[in-house]
């Protein structure tokens, strides 16, 4: 079992510090793109997770970026900035995994939506770090 902490905040950060991070986001501007992707897809697999904790999860980050002021500075956000997060989460047996959670912001609200690391019409606009991870619950 892998519970997200109702307690996250995210801080923006150096691209350093990002890659030495497990647990990161990264917000995206929406940009037309007419650009192809041709190659395999490598996708996250959060189905490890029990589905209410995956729902838990997602209700959790919900309620986090729509009902408190989660980020450490103004991002500006524009209708149709995609949010990715990743935290890693260590499991039983000692081996860890990628959860990635995706929200879209429209009319002014974070909705969850399903990662596609193949979205082109994106493209990177801000990053950093999650804290308070020590509260994930196993």
Request: aromatic share 10%; net charge negative.
């Amino acid at each position: 079992m892998c519970r997200i902490s109702s307690h996250l905040k995210l801080c923006t950060c150096s691209k350093t510090k990002i890659s030495s991070s497990d647990s990161y986001w990264i917000l995206y501007r929406w940009k037309k793109s007419d650009d192809l992707m041709v190659g395999d897809p490598i996708l996250p697999y959060n189905e490890f997770l029990d589905p209410n904790d995956e729902l838990s999860n997602q209700e959790k980050l919900s309620a986090i970026l729509n009902n408190e002021n989660c980020f450490d500075s103004d991002l500006q956000l524009k209708n149709k900035d995609s949010l990715e997060i990743n935290i890693k989460c260590p499991r039983e047996n000692g081996h860890t995994v990628n959860l990635i959670y995706v929200f879209v912001f429209l009319d002014g609200v974070w909705k969850p939506t399903i990662y596609d690391p193949f979205d082109l019409e994106r493209k990177k606009e801000k990053y950093g770090i999650l804290q308070n991870l020590d509260k994930v619950e196993h």
